[in-house]
């Protein structure tokens, strides 16, 4: 049986935690569920945590990648946080680089990537509404920087 | 010497149990973690591979012994329609199918020793080690 991963909201950002070993229908699952859910939530950024992800093969990596993809298209931002090291060097020598895909070491960083996207997105934008760019911060993640 | 771990690959579930097995046989042959990582990361895309484009097969793994040193032995076999031009299916980027034509090359650069023996109409039969350092 492949199980259902939890797409949690907070804010204007989709958290995705992968916490077992998925099985390639799982994953797809996946994919295929935070596309619906960018659209449906509105959300500007997804944040896929991989802190307890012990191998990422090919299968895993594509998936990593079509959701940056799929996301950008939809509007909205990926950031991939908690990569282990052991699997940041098996990936580079399996051959997937992962270029089109953001990074950051910790959920908490990943959530600043996206902010400081946010903010660039509403400097650039003249008519964008100032209290929609607000709402979105997620709590507690705008301190420091 | 322990038994070979013998695994039947004939669903998704089949590409997961052959990564729990191969890294608890890792874990056990004292991988370093890095090792342990691309031994497991080489499994599961040889699993699927053998799953998808070889209708199904089975996996062996086993702790092995050999020139004093020690490390883990992973057989992956098919039935399936075989590999025609082996060298070509070798290089990166090129797939049968639909996938990234990273499996076999890229497995092959996270092992020590990769034999890839297939022939037309004969099944494939990939045996991969990784030797502890």
């Given at each position: ?40 939530s ?54 997937l ?42 709590p ?6 | ?77 098919d ?16 797939t049968?199918g ?36």
């Amino acid at each position: 049986m492949s199980e259902q991963v939890p797409i949690l909201q907070i804010g204007q950002v989709l958290l995705v935690s992968i916490q077992t070993d998925l099985d390639d229908h799982a994953v797809m699952r996946l994919q295929d569920e935070l596309a619906s859910r960018v659209v449906e939530s509105m959300a500007d950024g997804v944040v896929i945590d991989i802190t307890a992800v012990e191998i990422v093969d090919s299968f895993v990596g594509r998936m990593l990648a079509t959701i940056a993809t799929i996301s950008r298209l939809l509007d909205a931002d990926t950031v991939v946080v908690g990569m282990r090291p052991a699997v940041a060097i098996t990936l580079v020598e399996l051959g997937l680089s992962l270029g089109g895909v953001t990074t950051a070491l910790t959920l908490d960083k990943g959530l600043r990537v996206l902010e400081r996207r946010r903010l660039e997105a509403a400097a650039g934008d003249g008519d964008a509404e100032p209290g929609a760019v607000e709402a979105g911060f997620p709590p507690g993640g705008a301190i420091d920087s | 010497m322990t038994e070979p771990a013998v695994l039947s690959i004939t669903g998704n579930n089949g590409v997961v149990m052959a990564r729990q097995t191969v890294r608890s046989l890792a874990q056990d042959c004292r991988l370093s973690l890095v090792e342990q990582t691309k031994l497991v990361t080489a499994a599961s895309e040889l699993a699927r591979n053998a799953l998808i484009y070889g209708g199904g097969g089975t996996m062996t793994a086993s702790i092995v012994d050999e020139f004093g040193r020690r490390g883990v032995r992973v057989v992956f076999a098919d039935q399936g329609p075989g590999i025609a031009d082996v060298d070509l299916a070798l290089t990166d980027g090129w797939t049968s199918g639909n996938g990234m034509g990273l499996g076999l090359s890229g497995s092959r650069r996270l092992v020590d020793d990769f034999v890839l023996d297939s022939a037309v109409g004969r099944g494939t039969t990939v045996t991969i080690t990784k030797w502890a350092r």
